[in-house]
């Protein structure tokens, strides 16, 4: 049998803050930023106790490798960069000298994302801005060896990654050889070779694809370069897909862009004397972000034998 001679337990009690505060980036709690956008962040305070509050303190902690802090806007306070803070207080907004009960304020300030993305290493990914608000005020009463009660509230903006997608094409190629006259003639067939390089910059891409539509009387050869490439061709719609998959982040800057090559070919009629033949029309490159959760998308624009 066991005997307990002695006994000691403690208690912790959690109180609940006099001070409320909240935060917004583009009026969303959940937003997920690009390169190059404008973060419009809107801070909410309020005294939710039952007496009014002196002094009170108003700050916020952003910081990220991928912010412009010389787009920093400020209408009121002050930002110190050693720190990465931003502070508030009653001589920026004449309220938080006495809070009264029940009293709610906004702040409001802009920053903008870079709009080149810093990628050196294999490391560079996955990008988050992290913003911690915090308001505090000395009248609200803390026990002797206890923590100060204070509110706060964080928010994690995900960066999402940005897709490229560019088309050359050339009748001189070095894998696939084309033939025909050039400039084009009347009833005589010409082939040319299409190129779509593709990259991807912070975050990996999975089911990424390019599509595109030939225009009738262009139709694809079935040369294409690499042979193995997935790319289809629907000789009906004339719909052309180019399954990539996965698309890792820094495809096309720290490793080579993903290319593919193909042929192409038109016989021109009496109706386009004198006028240039399209050869494709815009193609789109699509995918899904794995870190952001978000499908993605670019677009560049066609090709005609102006080439």
């Known amino acids: 049998q066991f005997v307990s001679y002695n006994k000691e337990s ?26 190059g956008d404008s973060l419009e962040f809107e801070i909410t305070y309020r005294n939710e106790g039952s007496i009014g509050l002196r002094d009170v303190i108003v700050t916020e902690k952003i910081e990220s490798p991928i912010l412009d802090f010389r787009s920093l806007d400020l209408k009121k306070g002050a930002y110190n960069s ?17 809070l009264p009960p029940g009293k709610e304020g906004k702040i409001n300030f802009n920053i903008k994302v870079k709009e080149v993305i810093p990628i050196a290493n294999a490391g560079d990914k996955n990008f988050v801005i992290s913003s911690i608000a915090k308001i505090d005020s000395p009248d609200i009463q803390t026990p002797i060896a206890s923590n100060k009660i204070i509110a706060g509230n964080k928010i994690d903006i995900k960066l999402k990654t940005k897709l490229g997608l560019s088309m050359k094409g050339y009748y001189e190629d070095v894998n696939i050889k084309n033939t025909g ?31 595109a539509v030939l225009p009738t009387g262009v139709i694809m050869t079935g040369a294409k370069y690499p042979e193995d490439a997935s790319l289809a061709y629907n000789e009906r719609t004339n719909m052309l897909v180019w399954q990539i998959g996965n698309l890792p982040a820094g495809t096309g800057i720290l490793t080579p862009e993903t290319e593919i090559a193909f042929q192409v070919k038109i016989k021109p009629t009496t109706n386009q004397i004198g006028k240039e033949v399209n050869l494709i029309e815009a193609p789109i490159l699509s995918g899904h972000d794995l870190f952001a959760n978000e499908d993605i998308s670019t677009k560049t624009e066609g090709k005609n034998t102006a080439l």
């Open 82 to 98: 050693s720190e990465s803070v931003i502070t508030w207080k009653a001589s920026d907004f004449r309220e938080l000298a006495n």
């Open 181 to 211: 006259p050039v400039p084009p003639v009347v009833d005589s067939e010409t082939t040319y070779t299409l190129h779509w390089r593709v990259m991807n910059v912070s975050n990996d891409v999975a089911n990424a694809k390019v599509e």
């Open 10 to 35: 403690v208690s912790t009690k959690i109180e609940t803050s006099p001070l409320f505060i909240s935060q917004t980036v583009n009026r969303l709690t959940n937003y997920v930023a690009k390169a």
